[in-house]
């Protein structure tokens, strides 16, 4: 309900955004850590651009500002149309560094928007 308060507001684009995220992270069913991103394709490029984030570290904001389709986890999740799931960093993570922490992803296309 919090989300189509949020999405029904006509905030800025970015704003909405980062609100439904907040939302999304703080919500304790699905027990997710504190932190994540929400990309999105912009034109007709097939990249997905990091538009916010939250407590992923500068590291990660910066490696993963783009993701091309078919690359990582999420690129993945945007060529292919579904939901990508990982226990934890593992080989179809193309984006890694030395240092960064073992965690599962779970990766949601959405393939439509409401948002103008």
């Known amino acids: 309900m919090e989300i189509l308060r949020i999405t029904s507001s006509h905030l800025p684009l ?4 980062k609100k439904c995220l907040d939302v999304l992270l703080r919500t304790t069913w699905l ?3 504190n932190k994540g991103g929400i990309f999105l394709v912009e034109g007709e490029q097939e990249t997905l651009k990091l538009v ?3 407590n992923l570290g500068e590291k990660i904001t910066s490696l993963c500002a783009e993701v091309k ?4 986890l999420y690129g993945r999740a945007a060529i292919l149309k579904t939901i990508q799931h990982a226990d934890c960093v593992d080989g179809r ?3 890694q560094f030395e240092g960064m922490q073992r965690y599962g ?6 393939l439509s928007s409401f948002i103008s």
């Not at 992803?105 to 959405?110: A, F, I, M, N």
Request: charged share 30%; hydrophobic share 30%.
């Open 105 to 110: 992803h779970d990766v949601l296309p959405k």
């Open 52 to 54: 916010v984030e939250h």
């Open 31 to 33: 027990r997710v850590q």
């Open 69 to 72: 389709f078919g690359y990582c």
């Open 93 to 95: 993570h193309d984006i």
């Open 14 to 17: 970015k704003e909405t955004l």
